[in-house]
């Protein structure tokens, strides 16, 4: 199947071919002509990095009408950095469809500058849960017009301990709309998600569930806590020219490996929580710049990130 055969609009058509898009992913071609033409629930069960975000903004950006001057679609997430993310790729999507606005919210950051976007319009909002909550609480945020609301890594925010925000959110939405959930798991609570606030929905499973990229290669290496620095800086040394992420459990033991290994010499730099927005988006413009060989990051902090040519995890 090629883009053309989904039904997409010529001017996203144009836009997708600009972003260098040849043909829809296994995600896509399952979801994309389904949404265009159905108003019937979808869970997709897909790996990150599968081209979700397309899956469903293409769909929703082709039957957004124009002339409804409210927010039709509400997309939540569960880090700031995917909530971004989301926004850079509708943005490209909707290039040329003038008048189309995409407000990304999310903690962290001026609620005020949020205020504002939102006041001046929009057809979607991508958002994490407590910002998007907090909003409706104060009725600065109105959902109950919209036509699609989507659950991106629901599996991740219920994870998070968004459950209770996730279900205030969700008990204020129309009951008239499209609810499609995106998730690399199906635990107990997602399936309990599904039953109460999804109706006869289709599922779509692409790749094995929790599987792997096939192109990586796993190794481990059994330590000592007080020799792991010590065996990261080896790696690092036997492969000089390493792009990484290096995982940590916490925003302390983030800030200590970035430390150590900028006191070594490395160029690294951490990525946590406790970074205001401004000094995470500087790290990663540093990071996919390559002026930075490794990033430490916390596993919350680096979900959804989109960075290319990665040597090492």
């Keep these: 199947m090629t883009f053309e055969e989904t039904g997409l609009k010529p001017e996203i ?13 296994p995600i896509q071609e399952a979801t994309i002509s389904h949404l265009i033409s159905s108003t019937q629930d979808l869970v997709a069960l897909a790996q990150t990095g599968t081209g979700k975000t397309a899956a469903f903004g ?13 927010v039709q679609t509400l997309i939540l997430c569960p880090t700031r950095e995917l909530c971004l993310q989301i926004t850079r790729d509708m943005d490209k999507y909707s290039k040329f469809i003038p008048g189309f606005r995409t407000i990304p919210v999310y903690g962290g950051a ?6 504002r976007e939102l006041k001046s319009g929009g057809q979607v909002v991508v958002g994490t849960p407590g910002r998007v909550h907090d909003l409706i609480r104060r009725k600065l945020l109105n959902i109950s017009a919209i036509r699609w609301l989507i659950l991106d890594e629901a599996d991740e925010m219920l994870t998070m301990g968004f459950k209770e925000e996730l279900d205030a959110i969700l008990s204020t939405t129309p009951k008239e709309k499209q609810t ?26 692409v790749g ?24 990261l800086k080896r790696i690092a040394d036997n492969y000089p020219d390493c792009y990484a992420i ?4 916490t925003r ?62």
């Design 208 to 231: 094995k569930r929790n599987a792997g990229a096939e192109n990586v290669d796993h190794h481990y290496y059994m330590v000592h806590a007080k020799d792991k620095y010590e065996t």
């Design 252 to 313: 302390m033991e983030t800030r200590d490996v970035a430390e150590q290994f900028m006191a070594d010499g490395y160029n690294a730099d951490a990525l946590h929580g406790d970074l205001s927005q401004s000094q995470r988006d500087g790290v990663m413009a540093r990071f996919r710049g390559k002026q930075l060989q490794m990033l430490i990051a916390t596993d919350v902090a680096a979900r959804g990130l989109d960075v290319t040519e990665l040597t090492h995890v």
């Design 13 to 25: 058509l144009k836009a997708i071919a600009e972003m260098g898009f040849e043909n829809p992913t």
């Design 180 to 205: 499609l959930l995106f998730s690399a798991t199906m635990p107990t609570e997602i399936a309990s998600m599904k039953s109460k606030y999804l109706h006869d929905a289709i599922e779509i499973s």
């Design 246 to 249: 290096v995982f940590c459990r």
């Design 58 to 70: 293409l769909p929703v950006i082709n039957n957004t009408s124009m002339e409804i001057k409210q």
């Design 110 to 115: 001026d609620i005020t500058k949020q205020i």
